[in-house]
């Protein structure tokens, strides 16, 4: 039986993989190198010979080096990259990829990639549930530790392998490709989320840390007086739709300007006249309100639409990340002249997110009213 390990630049088959090599010794291991990464004095061809001796030496076979740049993600194809790597993945029952932590350019697009191939990957967990666990021995760890100085020397000296990365144990998880797609997609790529086509993104409908959040949101706007409120950034509605069965006699407009997430919305409130949907983004709000209530959107803008202070008529109410509150809303806001008159915070929180764990920011909720002119 044959397992493929997928190094993103040399010295992973050491560092990530080394421990799963020397205890499964009867696998026939095979490596692939996504990107040689020479370092200072070195060439690519000398960056990709000692990837290789190293292989050998560990007993594992280089099938090939892709080169490929260093650019940000999001610069390739999917298309492209799936028929790059599609004739080295079918062949192997077992993939092995770096740890979702391991950030880094290419590495994302890279992950889909594997996943819109393969069912499931086996991945170098470092945190969360593990289904494969490696301890080393000391004589395993002085073979490593051989090879590393034999072949990676440049690399050792310029930081990009430390001691550090080598690990006493280390475990590895089989999980389905879906949900690595899924986890890049919508957590990783929150600010692409334009291609998203999902019923539940980021588990709006499910997570209990999002349940508390609209329990806590619904339970300030119940405190206030109004008739009409604007929602920015509705998603798929799953705020909106508990806004309008507590307060089923009041107007509520969603704005969201995700064509997907609009059409989702559409089909949700068709029958319900006292909540009016428009796509349209933030930039473009030309309704008016008693309340303009806005969660999670402002800090993903690059300023603040002044002109949102004009809207309301009576409040706005902010759901964002306490910090963002301190640095950005509670000083533009009091400068304008708004009073800020209900402030609770709820605190972060670690959740399972398509079964990995992911922090939660928490998020502060702030109801501002408007200065009285009498």
Request: one cysteine or more.
């Amino acid at each position: 039986m044959t397992a493929l390990l997928i190094c993103k630049f040399p010295g992973d088959e050491i560092t990530l993989f080394g421990n799963v090599v020397l205890q499964k010794s009867s696998l026939q291991w095979k490596a692939l190198l996504i990107c040689a990464d020479p370092t200072g004095e070195q060439s690519l061809e000398d960056s990709e010979d000692q990837w290789r001796a190293s292989c050998f030496a560990l007993g594992i076979e280089p099938i090939a080096s892709l080169r490929l740049p260093l650019v940000g993600n999001g610069y390739y194809s999917q298309a492209s990259l799936q028929s790059l790597l599609n004739p080295y993945l079918q062949t192997f029952a077992d993939i092995y990829i770096p740890d979702l932590k391991e950030e880094g350019s290419i590495y994302w697009d890279l992950i889909i990639a594997i996943g819109k191939i393969k069912e499931h990957i086996f991945i170098a967990s470092a945190t969360g549930v593990g289904t494969e666990f490696c301890p080393i021995s000391k004589s395993g760890m002085e073979r490593l530790i051989v090879i590393l100085n034999t072949y990676y020397g440049i690399r050792l000296r310029s930081q990009k392998i430390k001691v550090s990365d080598l690990h006493g144990v280390r475990q590895y998880r089989r999980i389905k490709s879906q949900l690595l797609v899924q986890y890049i997609e919508e957590y990783v790529y929150y600010n692409q989320f334009y291609q998203l086509n999902n019923d539940n993104p980021w588990d709006l409908e499910t997570s209990c840390y999002e349940q508390s959040r609209y329990e806590l949101e619904i339970s300030v706007l119940a405190e206030i007086s109004w008739q009409s409120l604007i929602e920015v950034g509705a998603c798929i509605g799953s705020f909106t739709s508990r806004l309008s069965k507590v307060f089923p006699n009041r107007d509520i407009i969603a704005y969201e300007p995700n064509p997907t997430f609009f059409i989702k919305l559409q089909k949700r409130f068709s029958k319900n006249d006292r909540v009016k949907v428009i796509n349209n983004d933030i930039w473009k709000i030309d309704q008016s309100s008693d309340v303009l209530f806005i969660s999670s959107v402002i800090y993903y803008l690059d300023y603040f639409p002044l002109y949102l202070l004009q809207t309301p008529a009576h409040y706005i109410v902010f759901s964002h990340i306490r910090s963002f509150h301190n640095q950005t809303i509670s000083p533009l806001m009091y400068s304008a002249g708004w009073t800020c008159i209900f402030k609770k915070e709820i605190l972060p929180c670690i959740e399972m997110f398509c079964d990995i764990p992911v922090q939660k920011d928490g998020t502060e909720i702030a109801v501002w009213q408007r200065h009285s002119t009498k």
